[in-house]
């Protein structure tokens, strides 16, 4: 799903999309933490880029530049 202006860009938002949306397909083993940090983005983003489509994958690489953009 592409992402919209009016949408965050943030990690936490990023995070709890990913698990809205590919939950139940990609990410159906783990459970959201509540204030996710980088680590816990980026343990999520092989199962999206894997099992997520082109959405899926396209998040994971959302994630991945904030996480290296904090760095």
Do not use: N
């Amino acid at each position: 799903m592409p992402v919209t202006p009016a949408e965050p860009l943030d990690l936490a938002s990023l995070y709890r999309r990913a698990f809205e949306e590919f939950g139940v397909t990609a990410l159906w083993s783990g459970r959201p933490v509540p204030d996710p940090t980088p680590a816990d983005a980026l343990a999520i983003t092989k199962s999206l880029r894997t099992h997520g489509g082109m959405d899926g994958r396209r998040l994971a690489e959302q994630i991945e530049g904030i996480c290296r953009a904090a760095h």
